[in-house]
């Protein structure tokens, strides 16, 4: 197991260019003998190198590395959420499973969402005005992300059933630049956007996030485990990205 590093994060950073790409990238020098490269998922790119790293030495290292760089920068882009804001207006339209809604806003005696021939029929026990019928919307979306993500759990996980891991329970939270994450603890946090897109893409997702629980990074033994529990997942992934635009 590797020690504890000390680490202090430096005031340098800068820029690369690689083609026609530009790569940003952050320093943190430490208390290590190799140099690391990392990518986040906010696409942010952190070096992590030994105290007294020339920048002409960091540089030559992220230029090897640019082209995984950029590769792992439009990996993490598939997750982020990319539907546009809404006015939560009458007829505009909304999404569930993949589906398109429109809004039929009326005062009633609840508070309530119902979905019938292609209308998302809210009701509001007060005048409604944009933002309480995003409130109202909202609390109907989480309800149902909690229901189809744990249905979509349980549907992936027995394609998991070779390995001894249990089966992790799904935290809901929104988040700006992800459709889901796994923690240290393995933890499933799900973005309930998600709950818009097709079925398919949220196992696309939960599969994502499963395989982590083996390989927590995107090396190719990861994309291997993929590739075997979710043939073509690649149409799937472009399916997620085009649908939710």
Same mark, same amino acid.
């Given at each position: 197991?590797?020690?504890?590093?000390?680490?202090?994060?430096?005031?340098?950073?800068?820029?690369?260019?690689?083609?026609?790409?530009?790569?940003?990238?952050?320093?943190?020098?430490?208390?290590?003998?190799?140099?690391?490269?990392?990518?986040?998922?906010?696409?942010?790119?952190?070096?992590?190198?030994?105290?007294?790293?020339?920048?002409?030495?960091?540089?030559?290292?992220?230029?090897?590395?640019?082209?995984?760089?950029?590769?792992?920068?439009?990996?993490?882009?598939?997750?982020?959420?990319?539907?546009?804001?809404? +006015?939560?207006?009458?007829?505009?339209?909304?999404?569930?499973?993949?589906?398109?809604?429109?809004?039929?806003?009326?005062?009633?005696?609840?508070?309530?969402?119902?979905?019938?021939?292609?209308?998302?029929?809210?009701?509001?026990?007060?005048?409604?005005?944009?933002?309480?019928?995003?409130?109202?919307?909202?609390?109907?979306?989480?309800?149902?992300?909690?229901?189809?993500?744990?249905?979509?759990?349980?549907? +992936?996980?027995?394609?998991?059933?070779?390995?001894?891991?249990?089966?992790?329970?799904?935290?809901?939270?929104?988040?700006?630049?992800?459709?889901?994450?796994?923690?240290?603890?393995?933890?499933?946090?799900?973005?309930?956007?998600?709950?818009?897109?097709?079925?398919? +893409?949220?196992?696309?997702?939960?599969?994502?996030?499963? +395989?982590?629980?083996?390989?927590?990074?995107?090396?190719?033994?990861?994309?291997?485990?993929?590739?075997?529990?979710?043939?073509?997942?690649?149409?799937?992934?472009?399916?997620?990205?085009?649908?939710?635009?």
């Amino acid at each position: 197991m590797e020690n504890k590093q000390s680490c202090q994060l430096s005031t340098v950073s800068g820029q690369l260019l690689y083609g026609f790409h530009t790569v940003d990238y952050g320093i943190v020098y430490c208390e290590r003998k190799s140099m690391e490269i990392a990518v986040h998922p906010d696409c942010t790119v952190v070096v992590k190198a030994p105290a007294g790293s020339g920048i002409s030495l960091i540089e030559k290292k992220i230029s090897k590395r640019a082209r995984w760089i950029l590769q792992q920068q439009n990996y993490f882009r598939q997750f982020t959420p990319k539907t546009p804001p809404r +006015c939560y207006v009458n007829g505009e339209t909304h999404l569930y499973l993949g589906k398109q809604y429109r809004l039929k806003i009326a005062q009633g005696d609840e508070n309530s969402v119902k979905l019938s021939r292609g209308f998302f029929h809210i009701s509001l026990r007060e005048e409604p005005n944009p933002e309480s019928v995003k409130k109202v919307l909202h609390k109907w979306y989480a309800a149902k992300a909690s229901l189809q993500f744990n249905e979509s759990m349980e549907r +992936c996980w027995p394609r998991f059933s070779r390995f001894s891991f249990p089966m992790p329970a799904i935290a809901i939270k929104r988040m700006r630049k992800r459709w889901g994450s796994l923690s240290d603890k393995g933890m499933v946090t799900l973005n309930p956007e998600l709950v818009k897109a097709p079925k398919v +893409c949220i196992d696309y997702v939960v599969i994502h996030e499963l +395989c982590h629980l083996k390989f927590p990074d995107h090396g190719s033994e990861f994309y291997k485990l993929l590739d075997t529990v979710l043939p073509g997942w690649e149409k799937v992934k472009h399916k997620l990205e085009l649908g939710m635009v």
